[in-house]
């Protein structure tokens, strides 16, 4: 009898210590198109930056354009930034909120413009649909593993070709 109300206690308090469940991921593609490209700025080009997603470095070395890199991320809000004219994270982030299950799609930009003899670059992020990204990265490359941080090699999501848009039913 003890040893049956000792299996008892022991599965239970086995099920009451399990962690509280992980928030599902959400998948982010993130590209930089090829020279040509329309963006919502007239005067934008295609990124050319190392790449952060909340305040860690995701690429080792500068996202070229030409390059996707699709990562699996928990739901919630994620901060997306380029790099400032020291080469160091930038100050200005795009935040995106991603729903679990959802795939999302941004295209990385960057605005350069001279001012007075100083050139800028504001590097920037538009979110768009599957079937816009699409039509700007299906003959895009991924970016190479050995590329990619440490923290993140976990996150990324091995695809040899841009990802298809889900047909809707």
């Not at 003890?2 to 590209?31: G, H, R, S, V």
Request: include cysteine; proline fraction near 7%.
């Amino acid at each position: 009898m003890k040893y049956y109300l000792a299996l008892t206690l022991a599965l239970a308090a086995a099920l009451f210590a399990q962690e509280a469940p992980k928030p599902a991921d959400a998948t982010l593609t993130l590209y930089t198109p090829r020279r040509g490209t329309h963006s919502a700025v007239p005067s934008a080009r295609p990124w050319i930056s190392p790449l952060w997603v909340d305040h860690q470095m995701v690429t080792k070395i500068k996202l070229m354009p030409g390059h996707f890199l699709s990562l699996k991320l928990p739901s919630g809000v994620h901060a997306i930034t380029g790099w400032n004219f020291w080469g160091h994270e930038g100050d200005a982030a795009t935040t995106i909120s991603l729903e679990p299950g959802k795939h999302y799609f941004v295209r990385l930009m960057d605005n350069s413009h001279v001012v007075l003899g100083w050139s800028g670059v504001s590097d920037f992020e538009e979110l768009v649909d599957c079937n816009e990204a699409h039509r700007d990265g299906a003959a895009l490359e991924p970016v190479k593993l050995k590329n990619v941080s440490e923290m993140f090699l976990d996150s990324v999501i091995r695809e040899s070709y841009f990802p298809e848009c889900e047909a809707k039913r």
